[in-house]
């Protein structure tokens, strides 16, 4: 390896992605023919959040040396990195076909499926922990991903083989902690994690989630400051590891995005056109800001056998792509022919039910809540939807936010701060008020959070009337349908526990936390009807 190689790859070590591909372009100009400096450039870009300018090397190369287990296994973690889920897992497995033993593309396929499916990345955890029998690892995570399955017997076995290896491990622990907070017991969890997590190191997701189980301890155990102090331990270091990709982001889906579409429906009222002229189903679109109890409703509903509900899948990109976010690509909300719209929509289902639309005797939920954003452009390309309000106290909604452990993507980044997500939930709902304050408006049935748990079926009764399908019985028993799903959301573990009303002001013990996003949120607050105290 020439010096300018050795230089890349400590730099590499090291984490500092400017130096390492400074090295590394410099090894490529001084060997163009060089494929591990084309290598090392493309691992560098990767680091410093350029992943498309990585997989263009990545893809030359794999077309230079094909079935090189490395080069597919970056591919993929660029593919993943890109949000290009399906390329990432076949990137993987080809990998694990050419080299059974490949530790990293194991790993990187039972990561990736952890979240979609559970039961499959579990096989991957125990292949992974079999080829490293010394490694804590794998196993701690098959704990922890047992525990959302809530399959507790397996998770305390893995937990305690993983024990087994190395007792004092802060993911051991934190796995441990996982299973004691699903129990209940939050002293536990805080006794396990308190003492290790100042000097934890490892990959970010994982350090995240750890310091998120101690402080939802803290919190359980009335230790407001702990809990705030560790939530924004962790939501710092998400900070940290997607800042390159999120912060300078401006894109669709953004909170800039978001600040576009309120100002340019507010001054804009486009036309529909003619809704006899439109052909298929139009879903029901149930939005709302994030954590306003939007899983819990929509799990209600998906009890109801006439009700198909999609769950937190982003479905409306065809709808982004056509008409974007920006003034100049919106005014052409006002010029699509009917038969422009038909293939917007029909590009819809593709990606929400693709399967085929749903016949006229089922009623579709497109359960997304940011799409709050989107209802102006949305309500012109299925002006026969419905649509579903979720409403929260502002304050419970952004405090419940920054605490959640979400996928980070341009809009849950802002949720790592509170300022931040104050922002984000005021340009949301401009924008989702601005939609829905025009003459053309979509009909619209609101559901507030805190109603829902004091009366649920007084609640779920008028919005299954307004859906169409009315009340059935089978909705009564909404938790068992739920404990039988995978259900992909944070609110998982509480959708299925009896409705209690704990969450419902808890803003107030982190009032002190809050304070720089009152000014922001007031209004909302005002205008929701919500108490000032």
Known sequence: MSALLQQAQVALNAGNAEAALQAAQAAVRANPNDANAHYLSAVALRMAGRAGEALKIL????????????????????????????????????????????????????????????????????????????????????????????????????????????????????????????????????????????????????????????????????????????????????????????????????????????????????EPVDASALTGPAPVFQVGFPRSGTTLLEQMLDAHPDIETLEEQDAIGPAIKAVGDRPETLARLGTLTADEINAIRAAYWQQARPQGPPPESRVFV??????????????????????????????????????????????????????DCARLYDAAMRAGEAALASKHAAPVHTVRYEDLIADWRGVITPLLEFLGPGWHDDVAAYREHAQRKRIKTPSAPQVVKPLYTGAIGKWSAYRFALEPALPVLSPWIEKHGYEAS
């Open 366 to 419: 497109d359960k997304y809540p940011m799409n709050l954003v989107w209802l102006g452009p949305l309500m012109r390309i299925f002006p026969d939807a419905k649509i579903v309000l979720c409403l929260r106290d502002p304050r419970d909604c952004v405090l419940s936010a920054f605490q959640q452990r979400f996928a980070v993507n341009p809009e849950m980044y802002r949720t790592l701060k509170i300022d």
């Open 59 to 270: 893809d030359i190369l794999n077309q230079r040396l094909p079935g090189q287990p490395d080069l597919i296994n970056m591919a993929g973690l660029c593919r993943r990195d890109m949000g290009d889920r399906v390329g990432a897992q076949r990137d993987f497995e080809r990998v694990t076909k050419l080299r059974p033993d490949h530790a990293p593309a194991i790993g990187n396929l039972a990561t990736l499926l952890a979240g979609p499916a559970p039961e499959q990345a579990i096989p991957q955890f125990e292949k992974l922990a079999a080829l490293q029998p010394q490694n804590p690892e794998p196993l701690a995570l098959a704990a922890a991903l047992c525990v959302r399955m809530r399959e507790f017997e397996v998770a305390r076995d893995f937990a305690a083989r993983a024990s087994s290896i190395a007792p004092d491990a802060w993911l051991v622990r934190s796995a441990q902690a996982a299973i004691a907070l699903a129990e209940d017991d939050a002293t536990t969890a805080r006794t396990l994690l308190e003492p290790v997590m100042a000097s934890a190191k490892g990959a970010p997701a994982q350090l995240a989630t750890a310091w998120g189980r101690l402080a939802d301890a803290c919190h359980k155990l009335e230790d407001p400051e702990a809990a705030f102090a560790a939530w924004t331990a962790a939501n710092d270091i998400q900070r940290a590891a997607s800042s390159e990709r999120f912060a300078d982001y401006d894109g669709p889906r953004s909170l800039a995005s978001a600040e576009r579409l309120a100002h340019w429906f507010d001054n804009h009222d486009p």
